[in-house]
């Protein structure tokens, strides 16, 4: 059974920092593209970053210079370290990871950006 767990959400200030992770596990075929994904109250899901197997990465524009994503490949964990945060970054974050021909989703945690 594949599983996708998210950690590493929480309240966090204006201009502040949080890493999230994500670790898969379940899964018998390699990993392909990893990335994150957050869907804030009332808009549509829409891609934050993601990486590839070979480590090429591509931002959204709104969190260009801000964000990271990284990936351990052999821990088959995605990372997306996120500073100087935004009340506008509030949402929940999703991690997708696709491998052997499928898409899997983690449940989401939640990011809050307020003082």
């Known amino acids: 059974q594949v599983r996708l767990v998210e950690s590493g959400g929480g309240l966090v200030q204006p201009g502040g920092s949080l890493r999230l992770s994500c670790a898969a596990s379940?899964?018998?075929?390699?990993?392909?593209?990893m990335g994150w994904y957050r869907q804030a109250p009332g808009k549509q899901r829409e891609l934050v970053a993601h990486?590839?197997?070979?480590?090429?990465?591509n931002y959204v524009d709104s969190v260009k210079g801000r964000f990271t994503i990284s990936r351990d490949s052999a821990k088959k964990t995605v990372y997306l370290q996120m500073n100087s945060v935004k009340p506008e970054d509030t949402a929940v974050y999703y991690c997708?990871?696709?491998?052997?021909?499928?898409?899997?989703w983690g449940r989401g945690t939640q990011v809050t950006v307020s003082s």
């Open positions: 990486i590839t197997n070979l480590g090429g990465t």
């Open positions: 997708k990871v696709f491998a052997g021909g499928n898409d899997y």
């Open positions: 379940g899964i018998i075929f390699s990993i392909g593209y």
